[in-house]
């Protein structure tokens, strides 16, 4: 248990390498799988999603994300889903360039202040309060950037702590300490914000086609009647926690691979400059910018930010030759895959090359940071289009240096986090 919450990516990786695509393993009290195979992993999630469900690892990240699209299986999950879809289409996400480029510019303006005065910074930090800037100003029409402070280790708390064998899910909910007190305040960090969403909605300071007003017309499949308070609160809940986090990690390793990699910075650089001449990116320029988009792919690829995808097999299955009991775990893992020399020479490599268009491309389930079926990640087209928007602006602006001394090591638990933060020197270009 205590090696597998160290270093789960690690470990996965040489139960990968010594026994193959499909290997069993036992933390705790969970029975759990890893799954390699691309043509295994397209099974599971896209050609028989009836044999599977969110199952028991889903069920710790209610703690956080409540009930919601996360968490949930047949006509609820349809439901939400559903209702959800229309803020990932392109022509909303169109709409929210500006939204997205200003949240942006107002990092920059603070970081303006940090190269003036030769202060490094942790991006990690940084980035996660940007994708949060995002998420309530795209989503919600409300900034819940001013509750910063609380909802960053918040989100990093809950991560941990919905990792299978952590306290808070092994504990009994009645066990007092540390570890209960943290977790109340955690989730009160989440339910006060999206409180304030709601409040915000109900006395029309909000636009009315945001997630709050939409959601509360909603009608329950099971009741019949509208969503209630609680229903929307756990819904806006999921998308805000999904978004930060994932997000923000996929930017702070983005800007820290273009940090370390001299000629792929130039590059950039050079293109940023043809296509843009210095003014801020729209929509349209994003087509314009083949390369930027090979290094966010690389970097989503060498780092992703969701390192596995839990599933659950509703009765007991053959999969690649190997029986799967019902109530056990199965992971498709993007890290082993993303790192298995079969599919990408030297992995550990960063090289945005292997995205290079004249190139054949990757195999479905061979790069998959978005998972894959009907459960991909409906956040996915925000996110791309929010990280290439940034990592655009603050190339253009700075040069990033990693600090020397300041180890950047990965920590992955429900997220891949660099574990220490990534300080890096900021100059203006
Ligand atoms: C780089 C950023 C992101 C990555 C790598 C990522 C990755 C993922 C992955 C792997 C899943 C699990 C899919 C499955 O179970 O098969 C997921 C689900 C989800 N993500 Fe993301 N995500 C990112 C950003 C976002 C954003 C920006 C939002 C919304 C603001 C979001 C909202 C969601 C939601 C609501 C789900 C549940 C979907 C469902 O079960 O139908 N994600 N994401």
Redesign the pocket.
């Known amino acids: 248990m205590r090696r597998y919450r160290a270093d789960s990516a690690g470990l996965m990786q040489r139960l990968h390498r010594e026994y193959g695509d499909v290997t069993r393993f036992r933390v705790g009290p969970y029975v759990m799988h890893q799954v390699t195979d691309p043509a295994l992993i397209k099974d599971v ?1 896209h050609d028989n999603i009836g044999t599977y469900r ?1 199952g028991r690892v889903f069920h710790g990240f209610e703690l956080f994300f409540g009930i ?3 968490t949930t299986d047949g006509e609820q ?1 349809r439901t939400l ?1 559903t209702a ?1 879809q229309p803020f ?1 289409r392109t022509g909303f996400l169109n709409e929210s360039v500006p939204v997205i480029a200003g949240t942006v510019t107002e990092l920059l303006t603070r970081w303006d202040g940090l190269a003036a005065r030769g202060e490094p910074v942790d991006i990690v930090p940084e980035m996660m309060r940007l ?1 949060m800037g995002v ?1 309530s100003r795209v ?1 919600y029409g409300h900034d819940l950037t001013h509750r910063a402070d609380e909802l960053i280790p918040a989100g990093r708390f809950a991560l941990s702590a919905i990792f299978p064998g952590s306290p808070e899910l092994i504990l009994p909910g009645w066990v007092p300490g540390p570890h209960r007190r943290r977790l109340r305040c955690a989730q009160a960090a989440f339910d006060n914000a999206m409180d304030e969403v709601i409040t915000a909605h109900e006395h029309g300071r909000t636009p009315p086609d945001r997630m709050a007003g939409t959601l509360h017309a909603v009608t329950d499949p099971e009741t019949g009647r509208s969503f209630n308070r609680q229903q929307v609160l756990d819904e806006l809940k ?3 926690i ?2 930060n986090e ?2 923000g ?2 930017l702070a390793w983005t800007l820290y691979e273009i940090a370390r990699h001299p000629d792929v910075h130039s590059r950039l650089c050079a293109e940023l400059d043809d296509v843009l001449c210095g003014r801020t990116p729209a929509m349209a320029d994003l087509a314009k910018l083949p390369y930027l988009r090979q290094v966010v792919n690389e970097s ?1 690829r060498l780092h ?3 390192p596995m ?3 659950e097999p509703v009765h007991d299955i053959e999969l690649g030759g190997y029986r799967i009991p019902a109530g056990s775990t199965i992971f ?1 893992s ?1 890290h082993t895959v993303h790192h298995d020399p079969a599919h990408w020479p030297d992995p550990d490599v960063f090289d945005p090359g292997r995205f290079d268009p004249d190139r054949p491309g990757p195999g479905r389930y061979t790069y ?13 087209p ?3 289009i ?2 290439q928007i940034a990592v655009a602006m603050i190339t253009q602006r700075y040069r990033l240096s990693p600090l020397p001394h300041h180890p950047v090591e990965t920590d992955s638990m429900i997220s891949l986090r660099p574990r220490h933060g990534v300080v890096m020197a900021v100059e203006a270009r």
Do not use: K, N
Request: glycine content about 14%; aromatic content about 10%.
């Open positions: 999630l969110r919601g699209t996360m999950w889903r959800g990932y994708a998420v989503l999921t998308h805000f999904a978004g994932t997000t990690c996929g989503l992703p930010p969701v995808t839990p599933r498709m993007q998959f940071p978005f998972s894959g079926g009907p459960r991909r990640c409906i956040g996915a925000l996110a791309e929010e990280i």
